[in-house]
């Protein structure tokens, strides 16, 4: 999808927009730009981007505000790009839809990666197959199987949700609020232990080193993603 992918920048900083528009443009992008929110939510209907990266401090809408409204129609990729760096601005944008959250200054390496990450999952994902695959780890989804390799991996039924879960939003940051309430219930949303319990169990049948991980990353305090 690299080649053709369309992506929007909604940023009401010029140089902000053209360093975007010059590192994606090396990188076979085609750019989108738009200047303030109302501008940004019009060509994110007109132009159908594969991807959008969304400022929060917009001087006509608050970039929050231009999420929710794009998430009323729209199931793009959204990468927020923001100065906001505390825990609850991006808490409240990843349950509000966004895919991921990149606080500024950025390094434009790090940006162009996750933004391969996500265009490559969406062009993969397929939310109909029976079958997830990454790398040598398959998740049947009809027999509730796991395998990595030709071994079978043996998950109890939390665990297979849990992982079935993040897969599903593979590249995309999953806050610990949204894991427990689908998992666990409204009622224990605040029980992150539980989650880091889970957690730490599915990486030790992954084989997946915390600090150096294949499949779950932790977003600390935030919430995690399937690499």
């Known amino acids: 999808m690299r080649d053709q992918a369309k992506v929007l920048i909604i940023d009401d900083e010029p140089q902000i927009r053209k ?27 007109l132009e159908t ?17 231009v999420l929710a409204k794009i998430r ?47 265009l490559r999952s969406r062009k993969s994902e397929d939310l109909t197959s029976s079958e997830i695959v990454s790398g040598d780890l398959k ?27 993040l897969a599903r939003n593979a590249g995309r940051i999953v806050t610990h609020q949204h894991i427990l309430r689908e998992i666990w219930g409204p009622a224990q949303e605040s029980e992150t232990h539980y989650l880091r319990i889970y957690i730490g169990h599915l990486r030790q049948k992954l084989g997946d080193d915390p600090l150096n991980p294949t499949y779950i990353e932790n977003e600390p305090g935030v919430g995690y993603r399937f690499c």
């Open 49 to 65: 981007p594969h991807l959008v990266i969304l400022d929060l401090g917009l001087p006509d809408l608050d970039g929050q505000e």
């Open 139 to 165: 998740i049947d989804l009809a027999a509730h199987r796991v395998f990595k390799g030709e071994n079978e991996l043996k998950l109890t039924k939390k665990e297979f949700a849990l992982l079935t879960l």
């Open 72 to 118: 009323e129609w729209s199931e793009v990729p959204i990468i927020v790009l923001s100065v906001r760096a505390n825990e609850e601005e991006k808490v409240t944008a990843l349950d509000r839809g966004a895919n991921d959250y990149v606080t500024k200054p950025f390094g434009i390496a790090e940006l162009i990666a996750r933004v391969r990450v996500i």
């Open 19 to 45: 360093f975007l528009r010059i590192s994606l443009g090396a990188q076979g992008y085609e750019v989108i730009e738009a200047e303030n929110g109302k501008s940004g939510i019009e060509k994110c209907a």
